[in-house]
């Protein structure tokens, strides 16, 4: 009885995978943006041309990101939810550095798909979640290893490649 349940679940599982694989694949090619509040009387010009970088996660590499793009004058954006992301901004690249998987692989996601942002870094904690990120299309994955100055040198070394390429 036990493995019918077990089967049962797998095969659910597998199932709504698919099905959430081929609404992902809909959306990217079919859903557009509208193009009713793309107009002059819509969009101040001056932003639309900046690029920011949309910073997700609350702890202590996101602060020292922050600082350094305080000191940068980076225009970046910091989020803790989903629904913070801004569509008024043109994205040029998220980091996705809190401390849980589902988090940093959702939004990673999402700002892949539905935003196209094309540099993403995302923050793995654990490494038996490493083989989930390599199913994305992420520019880097980092392995969390409590060695805060690496991992803030590689996001900032990240970022100036990003924004320098950008300008």
């Not at 980076?74 to 550095?97: D, Q, R, V």
């Not at 996601?109 to 995302?122: M, Q």
């Amino acid at each position: 009885m036990t493995f019918l349940v077990v089967f049962v679940a797998i095969v659910f599982l597998l199932l709504g995978y698919y099905a959430m694989d081929k609404i992902d694949k809909y959306l990217v090619n079919n859903v557009f943006p509208s193009k009713e509040y793309l107009s002059d009387d819509h969009i101040n010009n001056r932003e639309l041309k900046q690029k920011v970088i949309l910073i997700y996660g609350d702890n202590e590499l996101t602060k020292l990101i922050k600082a350094y793009c305080n000191s940068r004058e980076y225009i970046y954006e910091a989020i803790t939810e989903f629904n913070n992301i801004s569509t008024g901004n043109k994205y040029n690249c998220l980091l996705a550095l809190s401390y849980n998987d589902v988090e940093n692989l959702m939004i990673s996601s999402v700002g892949l798909k539905v935003y196209g942002i094309s540099h993403i870094i995302a923050l793995c904690n654990s490494q038996n979640n490493l083989k989930l990120y390599s199913e994305f299309n992420f520019e880097r994955v980092l392995l969390y290893n409590n060695e805060m100055d690496a991992l803030f040198n590689i996001v900032k070394g990240f970022m100036q490649n990003v924004v320098k390429n950008e300008v």
